[in-house]
């Protein structure tokens, strides 16, 4: 298991961008796929973006696609959420989470889960 602490969350203005790191603790991150799910209030928790443990795959939600990248520093033991053309429905709690395996875009296959960031956007 690794621990995963997630920054970088705030208030923007919509067409604005912000970037979202996911430090993770532990020496095996760098054998761990990673992603990125979000959750808006009074609606389920839905993903975003994931990355192999390589960082040669990456896969998006259709909604951000061409608008957010995912990528990761395995020395750094962090992964990063970086985001532009934000929408006001972009607006949710972004969480970072981990599994062991190949990459995956659904949230009952990773493990381990950070405590959240929120990020508004605003009209």
């Known amino acids: 298991q690794v621990q995963l602490v997630e920054s970088g969350g705030g208030l923007v203005q919509a067409g604005g961008s912000l970037r979202l790191s996911c430090a993770a603790s532990?020496?095996?991150?760098?054998?761990?796929?990673m992603g990125w799910f979000r959750q808006a209030p009074g609606k389920e928790r839905e993903f975003v973006a994931t990355?192999?443990?390589?960082?040669?795959?990456?896969y998006y939600a259709d909604s951000v696609k061409g608008r957010f990248t995912i990528s990761r520093d395995n020395a750094k033991n962090t992964v990063y959420l970086q985001m532009n053309s934000l929408k006001p429905e972009d607006t949710a709690v972004y969480y970072c989470?981990?599994?062991?395996?190949?990459?995956?875009?659904?949230?009952?296959?990773?493990?381990?889960w950070g405590q959240g960031t929120q990020v508004t956007v605003s009209s």
């Open positions: 989470a981990s599994r062991q395996g190949g990459v995956a875009n659904t949230a009952p296959y990773f493990g381990s």
């Open positions: 532990g020496r095996t991150f760098r054998s761990y796929t």
């Open positions: 990355i192999s443990w390589s960082g040669g795959s990456t």
